[in-house]
């Protein structure tokens, strides 16, 4: 939403899950929100604090907002819950519109689980929401990474 808590944490996760675990790939990892809340602003500082607990460094990147043009640069674009999948939804091209899915998808959740599908946004709450975020990132990464492994084989 506003590209400073679970983006930022899932971006800074598959980043370093690309390193260790799939370093022959030549993957690009981006961060946008659906909201002009905080452009230009880093991440919150309790998800930099609890990124950083778990060896992830969240410290370089900066809040901005989705553009069209991230539609057609990258092959995926996974929304943190399904509010922000419908708004992206609306600003894709129909051409890219297959492009835009949901991070816990990659963690095995069904689509008609709808509890479980959204990543819930820890900016009101306390520590321990940052903590099940980076829970949930974690939980979807292998997924992900699987998918993308797929998708470059496919090709």
Request: hydrophobic share 40%.
């Amino acid at each position: 939403m506003g590209n400073i808590c679970r983006s930022p944490t899932a971006h800074g996760v598959f980043a370093r899950y690309l390193r260790e675990r799939a370093p022959e790939l030549d993957v690009q990892v981006d961060s946008a929100g659906t909201h002009d809340y905080h452009v230009g602003s880093p991440p919150d500082p309790r998800a930099i604090a609890a990124a950083a607990r778990r060896g992830v460094d969240l410290t370089s990147q900066r809040a901005r907002l989705v553009k069209v043009s991230d539609f057609q640069r990258h092959d995926l674009i996974v929304a943190m819950d399904r509010l922000n999948r419908e708004v992206l939804l609306e600003r894709s091209p129909a051409a890219y519109r297959e492009r835009v899915r949901l991070l816990m998808e990659f963690a095995g959740v069904l689509p008609d689980d709808d509890e479980q599908l959204d990543v819930p946004d820890p900016y009101y709450g306390g520590a321990v929401g940052f903590e099940r975020v980076l829970d949930l990132v974690e939980q979807a990464a292998d997924g992900l990474l699987d998918e993308i492994r797929a998708r470059m084989r496919a090709r």
